[in-house]
């Protein structure tokens, strides 16, 4: 086998001794390989370089000390110096056992007669950690674009699941960008083939103009109201609109709902704070047809009723949890019909779950619709009723204490303390119903004031009150 | 992306659906014929995906699209063949690395530029099937599985992206989850060895034990046996015959189905 100096002091008449560092100085690596393309000889000069990796391809075909696909451009470029003296510049990549393949891109030099030849390559090492880092911020990206994809799937999916009709409409040409499902079945037409034509579609005359104010106060102020339309096969249906912008284009975002004949559309603003106020009123507020079903409650309702949603009461009648079956619903109703409004309708309502809370019912028929429609809103008086019976449970406690004397206690005596305890319990409550009124407490016990007086010194009860006003007679 | 237009299976013959056969002619929108571009076409986007600019490659595949070339066609016989034709250029020296890796990133913006404007609507059709997409370990390469994934959704088929997207080798997400089949794709012939092991451990700890194995990639072109010594069930790397391929090994995933 020849080395470099023997090979390469063949060359000409230059020193061979000059030869190894002129090498060296144009090259990383050297290679003399022999006419079978096998490394006779190697000379290591780049820093970087694995020197013992690289010796380790001498006696070896240098086609096998490269990646698969690196193959051939050794072949070609073996073929290329042999036919013209000098190949092409060519990277090739070399498999390491401690990492990343080493890159170094070659030139392959013919030395003539008898079929050696040199290949002096330069280490692409450090271009290859660029390298590596362009493909890494690549995979970045690609991460991301998968990541996004899932997103965008997601959210078709929920815009086409969505009972809502929403239309994407180009806001400068009106060309319908996107549809869901529930577009194609409003205008029995599929979706798909919605796209592309210009936007408002099938909707009666009068709607049709209505369309065209709502997207010009849209593209003017970013906002509309929502508005009662009908489509041209008589479907009514609450229509609002907002503008989006996606890369410099506005979009109208449509969205149509179809609404039941005889409902209310409310302007945006209006139903907003109506809504909300309904919602969050503590007391119940449920919106029934004149059989009694309930169209439409609040969560205050529902807190009564011991329900978790909306769903669970909508259509049901509302009997089901307020009055006694077959008696004070039908009352409220028929009271309703003839008079249009009831006030303090005392009952009761009975929770899924077996709560009971007292409740005091006004309600009203409405008719701005096509179907007249009760407003019912109930309180819970229970605290209310607590609060007055407080006395009452006091009493309770008392004749209980006294039934407990019996046996210990003659009959009459405790006829008589029991009376005197109720008289006295009654007189404490009228005092209290009148704010400490004397004279009103009198009238509402109906009793004299004198006998009022008298008992409240018998009772000693009141005794260290001020006189309440002017018209009450100091004792 | 893509490789041999020829598709072996275990299961014997060609998978139903039949040719894979291209007429070289230029496509006409709508018409449904098989979609083709002239080479001229795909050299000519090969030059403006190597050019200083974003825009001229992507204006010239927006006007094929507006002008109604389908998405698949547009991915399979134009951006494929342009982007394995960059990547000889890249082997061949002709371009660098870095111009070569600009170009890959402006295919890359391009599949989605045109996945999104081609999202498709029936999003509620049940999917055939689930489907794991790997490249082989140690490989990096994932512009041809987001490609071979866009249209595989399209042909309503679940997939989920592993390697390099996914941390979690192919055995521990069909251990997880029930797959109805896993691709590997491979471009270096070196990945046989690991792969032979890793298709032996995802058939073993697959909940689903019917798993059915494809191999994709430059592997099966370099090596047309490499499949049965690694010990996969088909082979082919034809993006739109993969779905045929599947529907073929797979009885429950109709090749109709969703239309």
């Not at chain 1, 039934?403 to 003659?410: A, D, E, F």
């Not at chain 2, 993969?242 to 109709?256: H, I, K, Q, R, T």
Request: a negative charge.
């Amino acid at each position: 086998m020849k080395t470099f100096d023997a090979r390469l002091g063949a060359l000409g008449d230059l020193d061979p001794s000059l030869l190894g560092p002129l090498v060296s100085a144009v090259s990383d690596v050297a290679l003399l390989i022999d006419p079978q393309g096998v490394v006779a000889d190697v000379l290591v000069s780049g820093d970087d370089l694995p020197a013992d990796d690289v010796r380790g391809w001498l006696g070896r075909s240098w086609a096998d000390s490269a990646t698969t696909e690196s193959r051939e451009k050794i072949a070609d470029m073996l073929d290329e110096a042999r036919a013209r003296g000098l190949s092409s510049r060519r990277q090739v990549n070399h498999p390491s056992p401690h990492g990343p393949d080493l890159p170094v891109s070659y030139v392959v030099l013919s030395l003539g007669g008898d079929g050696h030849l040199v290949a002096l390559g330069r280490d692409l090492h450090v271009q290859s950690v660029l390298q590596q880092r362009l493909a890494e911020a690549q995979q970045a990206m690609e991460r991301d674009y998968w990541r996004m994809r899932h997103i965008e799937t997601r959210y078709r999916l929920l815009f086409q699941l969505s009972s809502e009709a929403v239309l994407v409409v180009d806001a400068g040409t009106l060309k319908i960008v996107d549809a869901n499902s529930a577009v194609g079945r409003l205008f029995g037409v599929p979706a798909k083939r919605l796209v592309g034509r210009v936007f408002p579609i099938d909707f009666d005359e009068e709607s049709d103009v209505a369309v065209r104010e709502v997207l010009a106060a849209v593209r003017n102020s970013g906002r509309s109201e929502e508005r009662r339309l009908r489509t041209i096969t008589g479907t009514a249906v609450a229509f609002g609109a907002s503008l989006v912008r996606q890369d410099g284009t506005s979009l109208f975002l449509i969205r149509m709902m179809p609404i039941a004949e005889g409902t209310q559309v409310t302007t945006v603003s209006e139903e907003g704070r109506l809504e909300s106020v309904v919602e969050a009123a503590p007391d119940g507020i449920v919106v029934t047809d004149l059989e009694g079903r309930v169209l439409v409650a609040n969560r205050g309702f529902l807190d009564l009723a011991q329900l978790a949603a909306e769903d669970q009461v909508r259509g049901q009648p509302l009997e089901r949890w307020v009055g006694r079956p077959g008696a004070d619903v039908g009352v409220l109703l028929s009271t309703l019909r003839e008079h249009g409004v009831a006030r303090l309708f005392a009952t009761g309502v009975r929770g899924e779950y077996g709560s009971t809370a007292e409740v005091e019912l006004s309600a009203a028929v409405t008719r701005t619709g096509r179907e007249p429609v009760v407003g019912i809103i109930m309180r819970d008086i229970g605290r209310r009723l607590a609060n007055r019976s407080g006395g009452a449970r006091d009493l309770g406690r008392a004749v209980k204490q006294l039934t407990s004397l019996v046996g210990r206690v003659s009959l009459p005596d405790l006829v008589r303390d029991t009376t005197d305890l109720v008289e006295r319990h009654f007189i404490e409550a009228a005092l209290e119903l009148t704010e400490q009124n004397r004279t009103s407490a009198a009238e509402v016990l109906g009793v004299s004031r004198q006998s009022l007086y008298v008992k409240l010194r018998r009772y000693n009860v009141g005794r260290d009150d001020a006189p309440r006003s002017g018209s009450e007679p100091s004792s | 992306m893509g490789s041999p237009r020829t598709i072996h299976t275990q299961a014997g013959g060609s998978p139903r659906g039949g040719s894979a056969s291209r007429d070289p002619l230029r496509r006409v929108p709508g018409q449904g014929h098989p979609p083709a571009f002239l080479p001229s076409e795909v050299q000519r986007l090969v030059a403006l995906l190597l050019k200083p600019s974003d825009r001229p490659c992507e204006e010239m595949v927006a006007e094929l699209a507006g002008a109604g070339v389908p998405f698949e066609s547009l991915v399979v016989d134009l951006l494929a063949p342009a982007t394995r034709e960059i990547g000889h250029a890249w082997t061949e020296d002709r371009v660098s690395f870095f111009e070569a890796g600009i170009a890959y990133g402006r295919v890359q913006q391009i599949l989605r530029r045109l996945s999104q404007a081609d999202e498709p609507a029936d999003v509620l059709i049940p999917p055939r099937g689930r489907l794991l997409l790997t490249v082989a370990e140690g490989e990096s390469h994932t512009l041809g599985l987001l490609a071979l994934a866009e249209i595989l959704l399209r042909q309503h088929w679940d997939v989920v992206l592993g390697r390099p997207i996914l941390e979690a080798t192919p055995a521990t997400l069909v251990s997880s989850e029930a797959y109805d089949a896993v691709l590997f794709s491979a471009a270096q012939t070196r990945s046989e060895a690991s792969l032979k092991r890793e298709i032996a451990e995802v058939r073993r700890r697959s909940s689903n034990r019917t798993i059915r194995i494809l191999l994709g990639g430059q592997l099966g072109k370099l090596e047309p046996q490499a499949w049965q010594r690694i010990g996969a069930d088909a082979v082919g790397d034809e993006a739109i015959g993969v779905s045929e391929l599947l529907a073929g090994l797979l009885p429950s995933a109709s090749a109709d189905h969703g239309g």
